[in-house]
């Protein structure tokens, strides 16, 4: 049995969810791969939340150490956090490590691996980051904890693994991660890295842009004492996210995305012009028309969530991935010895 060595930088429900995937897969006698899963995070109630579950081997403070040994490090971070700890991996990384950023960006991300992680006197890198999204299943999204005791072994069934690796990023780098989504079940997505953060604009930075928004147009107003007594589930809802506290995340992550965050601003700014319009006429039919189409696109993107999809990018890692893995040890760059009949690096 291949064993595995992951590093958690950062607990959440996203990573917690992938480390109890990754042990649920080492717990059949006959698995090919045993996967050693040791955290690091600051938040002492998120690491013990996920002793709890079952997801931790190793609990380290010292961030040097818990990374140092890794085959696979899955950083998992506030945005604002990201370089800092990027500055401190990269020089301990071992080499052939992959560094599976879940940030919401990629573009800076790469810029700062660029920076920060070690390379050989040639100038290749040692260690290679590559972009990543996992992505649950529509059902999971509706829920909206985001903390390490909401992670469920199941969190990311029937979802995908959306990679965004630089052009520059080590096919084995890329394989091994394909090969990762394989063993778990998880189908491949790939993106390009500032398309990835276009699309983040939309899906990330406007969600809050909007609830901020949306509670202060009701914060601001002159009744709003007499507002908050008929606060109802639809405007708790809508503002949900303002309770994670966390603007320096959020202001870093539509002011770091600039250009695509405007965009996005722009688009639903004259979405809510349309809708303005057909306010203010006395035929409703128009805004009902607009509710009825937006339902039912909504409806069949909630009913396409658990089924392939049809994009000529979306990959079934599985056919390729065994390959890999299942020669993990035997691997270059992921800690193989070289033989004879490997080319010279």
Request: aromatic share 8%; charged share 20%.
């Amino acid at each position: 049995m291949a064993v595995v060595n992951v590093s958690m930088v950062g607990l959440d429900r996203r990573s917690v969810s992938l480390a109890l995937m990754l042990k649920a897969y080492s717990k059949p006698p006959e698995a090919n791969h045993q996967f050693i899963i040791t955290v690091n995070d600051d938040n002492s109630d998120e690491i013990e939340a996920a002793s709890q579950l079952g997801a931790v081997d190793h609990n380290i403070h010292d961030i040097f150490t818990a990374v140092q040994n890794a085959n696979l490090v899955v950083v998992a971070l506030p945005y604002h956090a990201v370089q800092e700890v990027f500055r401190s991996i990269g020089p301990v990384l071992m080499p052939g490590a992959v560094v599976m950023d879940l940030s919401p960006l990629k573009v800076p991300s790469i810029q700062w691996a660029n920076d920060y992680f070690r390379r050989t006197s040639d100038g290749r890198f040692e260690a290679y980051l590559v972009g990543a999204a996992l992505i649950p299943s529509v059902e999971f999204m509706v829920d909206p904890r985001t903390d390490a005791a909401s992670a469920q072994a199941n969190f990311f069934q029937h979802g995908k693994l959306v990679l965004s690796p630089s052009v520059s990023c080590s096919p084995d780098a890329i394989q091994f991660v394909s090969d990762l989504a394989a063993l778990l079940g998880l189908r491949v997505h790939f993106t390009d890295p500032a398309e990835h953060d276009g699309i983040v604009a939309a899906m990330e930075s406007l969600p809050v842009l909007m609830q901020m928004a949306l509670f202060q147009t009701a914060n601001g107003n002159p009744a709003w004492e007499d507002y908050q007594p008929l606060a109802s589930t639809s405007f708790a809802l809508g503002t949900y996210r303002l309770a994670a506290n966390d603007p320096e995340a959020w202001t870093l992550l539509a002011t770091e995305n600039r250009a695509n965050s405007l965009r996005a601003l722009d688009n639903l700014i004259g979405r809510l012009n349309d809708i303005r319009a057909m306010l203010t006429t006395d035929d409703p039919a128009p805004l009902h028309q607009a509710f009825a189409v937006s339902a039912q696109r909504y409806a069949e993107w909630l009913n396409a969530g658990n089924v392939d999809g049809a994009s000529n990018r979306l990959h079934s890692a599985g056919r390729a991935g065994p390959r890999l893995f299942g020669a993990l040890p035997n691997l270059t760059p992921f800690g193989r010895k070289k033989t004879q009949g490997d080319s010279k690096k």
